[in-house]
Antibody
Framework: EVQLVESGGGLVQPGRSLRLSCAASGFTFDDYAMHWVRQAPGKGLEWVSGISWNSGNIGYADSVKGRFTISRDNAKNSLYLQMNSLRAEDTALYYC??????????????WGQGTLVTVSS | QSALTQPPSASGSPGQSVTISCTGTSSDVGNYNYVSWYQQHPGKAPKLMIFEVNKRPSGVPDRFSGSKSGNTASLTVSGLQAEDDADYYCSSYAGSNIVVFGGGTKLTVL
């Protein structure tokens, strides 16, 4: 059974940092691209970042470029999102999603339950 | 990176068909056959309904179908059922390892 379990969310002050993790199981992790998608309270889905199976291709939404860094550790079946210089508008439920082999194949067929990030003073 | 454009709402009676549009540009929807659709019920994670414009994952009813013409993709739900009442989001690859989502459409089954 495929499982994606996010962790690391919480309440953080503006300007501070947070690191999200996603633990994957039930599939061959290093065969697939992985993505972070967020959803602000009461709002729609927003793609944040994606990383190919071998970390060779990485993309970011303009809203987070230069502040967020995606990475993965295939030996640990884990995906990460380092979030720096956090802003109030980054407040959202952050989902980890499994993609296809490359970033372009956006068949996000499995999602975690999300981890909530709240940026507030 | 502009969000894809979806109508905020759509509705239909049980048994009817409804089509939800998703309009992008020649840089995303119009240039790639990597268009997906997701269904989201309140408090739940999104569920993949259509990928690569018109392919259905295993387990998704064939009442759900996808298509694309130019810069606009569409999701059609035929034979509406009560459980189809949900939010629907389209997404497209936009090149250079970038993905964009639509703003979402609230589908109401009357």
């Amino acid at each position: 059974e495929v499982q994606l379990v996010e962790s690391g969310g919480g309440l953080v002050q503006p300007g501070r940092s947070l690191r999200l993790s996603c633990a994957a199981s039930g599939f061959t992790f290093d065969d697939y691209a992985m993505h972070w998608v967020r959803q602000a309270p009461g709002k729609g889905l927003e793609w944040v970042s994606g990383i190919s199976w071998n970390s060779g291709n990485i993309g970011y939404a303009d809203s987070v470029k230069g502040r967020f860094t995606i990475s993965r550790d295939n030996a640990k079946n884990s995906l990460y999102l380092q979030m720096n210089s956090l802003r109030a508008e980054d407040t959202a439920l952050y989902y980890c999603a499994k993609g296809g082999h490359i970033v372009a194949t956006i068949n996000f067929d499995y999602w975690g339950q999300g981890t909530l990030v709240t940026v507030s003073s | 990176q502009s969000a894809l454009t979806q109508p905020p709402s759509a509705s239909g009676s049980p048994g009817q068909s409804v089509t939800i549009s998703c309009t992008g540009t020649s840089s995303d929807v119009g240039n790639y056959n990597y268009v997906s659709w997701y269904q989201q019920h309140p408090g739940k994670a999104p569920k993949l309904m259509i990928f690569e414009v018109n392919k259905r994952p295993s387990g998704v009813p064939d009442r759900f179908s996808g298509s694309k013409s130019g810069n606009t993709a569409s999701l059609t739900v035929s034979g509406l059922q009560a459980e189809d009442d949900a939010d629907y989001y389209c997404s497209s690859y936009a090149g250079s390892n970038i993905v964009v989502f639509g703003g979402g459409t609230k589908l109401t089954v009357l």
